[in-house]
Nanobody, 125 residues
Framework: QVLLVESGGGLVQAGGSLRLSCVASGRAFSLSIVAWFRQAPGKEREFVAA????????YYGDSVKGRFTISRDSAATTVYLQMNRLKPDDTAVYYC??????????????????WGQGTQVTVSS
């Protein structure tokens, strides 16, 4: 299996920036796609961004396009989420996710079979 550990969450003022990191261990060599999801209290889990492990193709949710950037370091088996111009609506628990298989359904939770524990991001207004 693959273990995912997120870090980098915290409290930031609106308009500020944070960078989240997710380190994969175990059978990380088998990963095909990595992603970030987020979930605010009382809301459904929302797709944020994804990147194919080999090709580096990126995908973004509409709410974060132009503000967030996903990237990965294959050698370090680490995925990052650079978050700029943060808004209070970005407040959520952010989860790192990964899958062994590629699929056009990259924005769907069901694709991802590995999940981290989440890291809290709070944006003050």
């Amino acid at each position: 299996q693959v273990l995912l550990v997120e870090s980098g969450g915290g409290l930031v003022q609106a308009g500020g920036s944070l960078r989240l990191s997710c380190v994969a261990s175990g059978r990380a060599f088998s990963l095909s796609i990595v992603a970030w999801f987020r979930q605010a209290p009382g809301k459904e889990r929302e797709f944020v961004a994804a990147e194919t492990w080999r090709g580096g193709n990126t995908y973004y949710g509409d709410s974060v396009k132009g503000r967030f950037t996903i990237s990965r370091d294959s050698a370090a088996t680490t995925v990052y989420l650079q978050m700029n111009r943060l808004k209070p609506d970005d407040t959520a628990v952010y989860y790192c996710a990964a899958a062994n298989s590629l699929s056009p359904t990259w924005s769907k939770e069901a694709l991802y079979n590995y999940w981290g524990q989440g890291t809290q991001v709070t944006v003050s207004s």
